[in-house]
């Protein structure tokens, strides 16, 4: 058995508590240990990315045997969602250690890695009811965190974030209630054998807790009719924590390939066409919110946050279709809207700060215009789907892999028209917050190198008129960097994920791993 | 008995959705609560119901037992929904000192005025 399974959930739950309690009047040694913390979680991510390549490994916690304890289970698939966990929070850290939204509040660092716990362990689960667990982890840290520094609408939002995943939690148990009555068990590999056998009496049972699965993982995909929390929630949150939150939405994504590849595949009877009748619709209505979002929104950040959730319909457009081709665009079309959106909130929160308002309209301009123009331009044009970034070749590979006659039309006109109308919205958004606002006459100068003035300005106003350094900006950059990787390796990439849904459909594959069925049989 | 536990689940149910609808943050803690008895209820009902069996095999053969796993599921259950209950508590309590509101709603500000916390950029530099 392979010990170094478990090692990315171990490591923060052993670290986080370290941090909250002996490290908490302590920020340099709290920043140092949780990067330390980070930097090992993705080496320790890599390596299991590398050691994926093969059949499912499975970790049997106590060594029970599968059906009766709980595994975790390392295919291609957690792996690489673990490892894009590990980077993507590697670059909001250092964002938010470089700008000090880290030390604006107490416990960042402890709740940080707690929701990184959370995520990594929801990712590599093998059991349904541990899942719940880990999705409870991950909302849980990421409550503090989204109230993380207070503040008035800050606190409201984040009281209707919590309500409204209670409510999604509680569905979560009666769906596992239901599924449990039915079938008589929770580890995924096995519901995925019971459920071929599931018999004509139980069929509206599974399909009810099918259904109530799937609403649940999209309140956390933040789908249509319940994606009304996602703006509220990312626009008022910690700009770095909304970056982090970039990952969550994926969560759900996640949970549905999973569930819907595994235990509700093709071929059940029960759940038969399940997807394609709800998420597909639901999907494109949600491409159409997040454009229209884009193009109505007058604050920066409700903006970006509008754009997630357009690219979250797009994903789940692609995911819809459960074809490996449309599963292939969709895990490349993931990789790409997670770093996007949190390349646009890293970038957000830097403007913001200079020009002390997310409102979008011309002030004077701020210091470095150009260079946040520069980066506003390279994020908005990969979360609009333009080329040359790898936007375009996400919604090129979905568009692609739609072309089935039954939903060419409705998938291809969202998605375009959506795309179009988003570029609008972020063409306007760009020229007001950059263009026009360098035509108005800045009334101080800006002085650049110094902050000494006579009339003692504000630590906001200082802040204000700060150029921003290396290590602020580095971490957009390196977003922005990895997009264009994935731009430049399109081609090694879904090489690699065609390997990736491949094994995903293969279901066998995954059941015979978990439950050792050939040492059996 | 099923029809006890049955209607049980249902009203608990139809009354915490009721509490959550009103969207006022004390009533929305209670409807939340009584969702999660009800859920709990619920997860117990899932391995069939059983009066007076114990949750454990019997060495020797046939003597009945109730299935054990809810159980431990309901035992989960409740220590996360007590956990999250509490911080609902202090996130509303936060957000109701904050705000002087206990509303759930939030009312987009409609023009661009003072804003929180950033305060007034060039107005005041100028």
Redesign the interface.
């Given at each position: 058995m392979n010990h170094w399974i478990i090692a990315p959930v171990v490591l923060p739950a052993l670290l986080a508590p370290l941090i909250g309690f002996v490290m908490r009047h302590d920020v340099p040694l709290a920043r140092t240990a949780s990067v330390a913390g980070t930097l090992a979680l993705m080496a320790i991510a890599v390596g299991l990315f590398v050691m994926s390549m093969g059949d499912p490994q499975v970790y049997y916690l106590g060594d029970w045997p599968a059906p009766f304890g709980i595994v975790l289970v390392l295919d291609r698939l957690s792996a690489l969602m673990v490892l894009l966990t590990t980077v993507l929070a590697f670059i909001v850290l250092i964002h938010a250690i470089a700008t000090g939204w880290d030390a604006r509040g107490w416990h960042f660092h402890a709740l940080f890695q707690f929701q990184l716990m959370g995520i990594i362990g929801a990712f590599l689960t093998g059991d349904i009811f541990n899942l719940f667990v880990f999705f409870e982890i991950l909302l849980i840290a990421s409550y503090g965190l989204m109230i993380h520094s207070g503040g008035r609408e800050r606190m409201r939002a984040g009281l209707q974030y919590v309500v409204i995943n209670l409510a999604g939690s509680t569905l979560f148990l009666f769906a596992l209630g239901v599924l449990y009555a039915s079938t008589g068990t929770l580890n995924m590999a096995d519901l995925a054998v019971r459920m071929q056998e599931v018999p004509e009496g139980e069929a509206a049972l599974v399909r009810v807790a099918a259904m109530l699965l799937m609403i649940v993982f999209a309140l956390k995909a933040a789908l249509f009719p319940i994606q009304f929390w996602l703006p509220g929630t990312y626009a008022n949150a910690p700009a770095p924590v909304a970056a982090l939150f970039a990952i969550m939405t994926k969560v759900g994504a996640y949970s549905i390939l999973r569930i819907h590849t595994l235990i509700f595949g093709p071929g059940i009877e029960a759940t038969h066409g399940l997807p394609g009748t709800w998420l597909f619709p639901a999907a494109i209505v949600t491409i159409a919110i997040g454009a229209l979002g884009v193009l109505g929104a007058r604050r920066l950040m409700p903006l970006i946050a509008f754009s997630v959730l357009g690219s979250m319909g797009t994903l789940m457009v692609a995911i819809s279709a459960f074809t490996p081709v449309a599963t292939t665009a969709a895990l490349y079309y993931l990789v790409h809207s997670t770093f996007s959106a949190a390349a646009l909130f890293l970038m957000a929160d830097l403007v913001i700060t200079r020009r002390q308002s997310d409102w979008l309209s011309a002030r004077p301009a701020t210091v470095q215009n150009g260079l946040f123009a520069a980066l506003f331009f390279a994020a908005a044009i990969a979360m609009a789907g333009m080329p040359p970034l790898s936007g375009f070749l996400g919604k090129l590979l979905v568009l692609d892999a739609l072309r089935d006659p039954g939903i060419i039309g409705w998938a291809w006109s969202a998605v375009l028209i959506g795309s179009l109308v988003t570029i609008v919205g972020f063409a306007r958004a760009g020229s007001l917050l950059f263009w026009k606002s360098t035509s108005i006459a800045v009334d101080l100068p800006p002085a650049p190198d110094t902050g000494e003035d006579a009339p003692a300005p504000s630590a906001a106003e200082i802040a204000a008129r700060r150029p921003v350094g290396v290590a602020e900006v580095a971490p957009t950059m390196a977003a922005l960097a990895v997009l264009g990787a994935i731009t430049i390796f399109a081609g090694p990439l879904t090489s690699f994920l065609d390997g990736t849904t491949a094994q995903l459909f293969d279901r066998e594959g995954y059941v015979t791993s978990v439950l050792k069925l050939e040492t059996e049989g | 008995m099923e029809i006890v536990i049955a209607s049980t689940v249902g009203t608990l149910t139809a009354a915490g959705i009721y509490l959550?609808l009103r969207l006022r943050?004390f009533a929305?803690i209670l409807g939340?609560a009584l969702?999660?008895y009800?859920?709990n209820i619920?997860?117990f009902?899932?391995?069939?119901l059983a009066i007076n069996m114990p949750p454990i095999l019997n060495p020797y053969g046939d003597a009945a037992y109730t299935d054990p796993?809810?159980q431990a599921?309901v035992l989960?259950?409740i220590v996360?929904?007590f956990?999250?209950t509490a911080?609902?508590v202090m996130?509303?309590l936060?957000?109701f000192l904050?705000?002087d509101d206990d509303r759930?709603d939030?009312e987009e500000p409609a023009t661009?005025g003072p804003?929180?916390?950033?305060?007034?950029?060039?107005a005041?530099?100028?």
């Open positions: - | 959550i943050a929305i939340l969702l999660s009800a859920v619920f997860l009902a899932s391995g069939r796993l809810p599921l989960t259950a996360i929904s956990g999250m911080v609902l996130v509303a936060g957000a904050e705000s759930i939030i661009e804003e929180q916390g950033t305060g007034k950029g060039e005041g530099a100028s």
